[in-house]
């Protein structure tokens, strides 16, 4: 079993559409949680830290369940330019706060 | 804002050559990570370094070496290139004392292709 499992998806929505993302993780010893957008070809970029009050910015809202051990991500009124692959990324709780990333979801959003 | 810098942007080997990728992450950052992702995967963590010293190893081939020099650039050195050594890999940087909270910040990436 994969540390960090992630739907693979696509998620395809249209505009404005409300879509949702989960992410498990196994180790119950995580403590820090991400969410990072990546275009294709491109870098990873940092989309959202997750917290354990949840937090919002802007469009997105991110949530964390310790108790069933995953992370969330809603998006509200998608756009276009909200297609891509997003990638919930974990530190196990080590050291070197390396961060263990899952297999993305993609999303398409559609006109 | 400076950014995390790769070189070379894309890099075209033959199997069994060597290869030498590098990274100069954000001023002021003392952690780099390395990870490679391949067509359709998951990035990979590859090693991490802070304060120049290794600090932890992921998946990793014994084919390849890293460090971090004194001014904090870290080089990647991949030898007895296999085709299956084709992906793109990134460096990555931070403060450690904040990347917690902050998570940390990626290069662009080099493209390696080994044909």
């Known amino acids: 079993r994969k540390e960090v499992e992630q739907d693979p998806g696509p998620f395809n929505v249209p505009e404005g559409a409300t879509v949702a993302f989960n992410c498990t993780y196994s180790?119950?010893?995580?403590?820090?949680f991400f969410w990072y957008r990546q275009d294709c070809r491109k870098e990873p970029k940092l989309l959202m830290s997750?917290?354990?009050s949840g937090n919002e910015d802007g469009r997105f809202t991110a949530q964390l369940n310790r108790a069933s051990q995953y992370i969330s991500l809603l998006i509200r009124d998608s756009k276009l330019s909200d297609s891509a692959t997003y990638l919930c990324?974990?530190?196990?709780?080590?050291?070197?706060?390396?961060?263990?990333f899952g297999s993305g979801t993609r999303l398409l959003v559609r006109p | 804002a400076a950014g995390v810098i790769q070189s070379p942007r894309h890099l075209i080997k033959e199997k069994r050559e060597t290869a030498t990728l590098k990274c100069y992450p954000i001023?002021?950052?003392?952690?780099v990570y390395w990870y490679q992702q391949g067509p359709g995967q998951d990035p990979q963590f590859l090693i991490s370094?802070?304060?120049?010293?290794?600090?932890d190893k992921g998946s990793i081939p014994d084919r390849f070496s890293a460090q971090q020099f004194s001014d904090y650039h870290s080089e990647l050195n991949m030898s007895s290139l296999e085709l299956g050594d084709s992906a793109l890999y990134f460096c990555?940087?931070?403060?450690?004392?904040?990347?917690?909270?902050?998570?940390?910040?990626f290069g662009s990436g080099t493209r390696l292709t080994v044909v």
């Open positions: 997750v917290y354990s």
């Open positions: 990324a974990v530190n196990p709780k080590d050291s070197s706060y390396k961060l263990i």
């Open positions: 990555a940087s931070t403060r450690a004392a904040v990347s917690s909270n902050y998570g940390y910040t």
């Open positions: 180790n119950s010893a995580s403590q820090s």
């Open positions: 370094f802070y304060e120049k010293m290794q600090s």
């Open positions: 001023p002021r950052h003392d952690t």
